[in-house]
């Protein structure tokens, strides 16, 4: 069974860096698929931010692209994202997913339960 | 790329059967066979119900249902239970390797 745990600080400050790592079990990253960032803030909807291939291939929403970076670690087998000059704005629960099938329309298939990050000074 | 557009609520009694529409455009839902569906309870990670438009993951009840008019999906949950209460989300493909979600629909069992 795939499983994924969302990891990292649950407070950070306006104009700092948000930093998270999603650990997968289960599943070998470097097997394929690709690897995905969702948020929700709270009471409002899903957003997605970005996914990255075990290759260290990655592909951002147009609105984020440029504050954030997703990597992967294959040796570790897990992978991060990093949203650069963070505001108010980008309070949410932020959720790591795996992506199925792309001819499938990438799907997110296994999630992650979720980490409640705040942007507070 | 904008956000698809779902109705904020839906309802109904136990038993009926309750729609959900996602309207994208003519780039996203309209071009690619490549909507799914989402459940998402309180203080829970969401749940693929659908993926493809009209395909169900393994253990999702055939209650569920999905399909695609243009550049409008929907969601039919038929012969609605009380565990079916929750928020539903569409997702699609919308080329150059990005994805968008919907804004949700809060779908309460009356």
């Known amino acids: 069974q795939v499983q994924l745990q969302e990891s990292g600080p649950g407070l950070v400050k306006p104009s700092e860096t948000l930093s998270l790592t999603c650990a997968v079990s289960g599943y070998s990253i470097s097997s394929g698929y690709y690897w995905g960032w969702i948020r929700q803030p709270p009471g409002e909807g899903l957003e997605w931010i970005g996914n990255?291939?075990?290759?260290?291939?990655?592909n951002y929403s147009p609105s984020l692209k440029s504050r954030v970076t997703i990597s992967v670690d294959t040796s570790k087998n897990q992978f991060s994202l990093k949203l650069s000059s963070v505001t108010a704005a980008d309070t949410a629960v932020y959720y790591c997913?795996?992506?199925?099938?792309?001819?499938?329309?990438?799907?997110?298939?296994?999630w992650g339960r979720g980490s409640l990050v705040i942007v507070s000074s | 790329q904008s956000a698809l557009t779902q109705p904020p609520s839906a309802s109904g009694s136990p038993g009926q059967s309750v729609t959900i529409s996602c309207t994208g455009t003519?780039?996203?839902?309209?071009?690619?066979?490549?909507v799914s569906w989402y459940q998402q309870h309180p203080g829970k990670a969401p749940k693929l119900m659908i993926y493809e438009v009209t395909k169900r993951p393994s253990g999702v009840p055939d209650r569920f249902s999905g399909s695609k008019s243009g550049n409008t999906a929907s969601l039919t949950v038929s012969g609605l239970q009380a565990e079916d209460e929750a928020a539903y989300y569409c997702s699609s493909y919308a080329g150059s390797n990005t994805v968008v979600f919907g804004g949700g629909t809060k779908l309460t069992v009356l």
């Open positions: 997913a795996r992506h199925g099938a792309y001819n499938s329309g990438w799907p997110f298939d296994y």
């Open positions: 990255v291939y075990h290759s260290g291939s990655s």
């Open positions: 003519r780039s996203d839902v309209g071009y690619y066979n490549y």
